[in-house]
Nanobody
Framework: QVQVAESGGGSVQTGGSLRLSCTTS????????MGWFRQAPGKEREFVAH????????FYGPSVKGRFTISADNAANTVYLQMNDLKPEDTAVYYC??????????????????WGQGTQVTVSS
């Protein structure tokens, strides 16, 4: 059974940084496409970042572009989300998602097949 696990969340002050990690297990293949989403209290889940491991293509949501960086360590089967210059509006539960077959809709939740339980990120002013 495929499992997705996030780690690295926590509490920081405005302007601080955090790095989230995401690992997958229970499978024998490498997920080519992975994504990060987030959900703040009372809001819908929002696309944050996407990576295609083989090509290295990355895409970001407009609110995080220039501050967040998604990367992958294929040897470690881990995807990272480096978050810099954090703001209170970045406070949310961050979810990692794995995609079995990329169909082009990297910003949609429906693109992804497996999800983690989420990790809380809290940014205080």
């Amino acid at each position: 059974q495929v499992q997705v696990a996030e780690s690295g969340g926590g509490s920081v002050q405005t302007g601080g940084s955090l790095r989230l990690s995401c690992t997958t297990s229970g499978h024998t293949w490498i997920f080519e496409t992975m994504g990060w989403f987030r959900q703040a209290p009372g809001k819908e889940r929002e696309f944050v970042a996407h990576i295609r491991r083989r090509s290295g293509y990355t895409f970001y949501g407009p609110s995080v572009k220039g501050r967040f960086t998604i990367s992958a360590d294929n040897a470690a089967n881990t995807v990272y989300l480096q978050m810099n210059d954090l703001k209170p509006e970045d406070t949310a539960v961050y979810y990692c998602a794995a995609d079995m077959r990329y169909s082009g809709n990297y910003y949609l939740e429906s693109e992804y097949d497996y999800w983690g339980q989420g990790t809380q990120v809290t940014v205080s002013s």
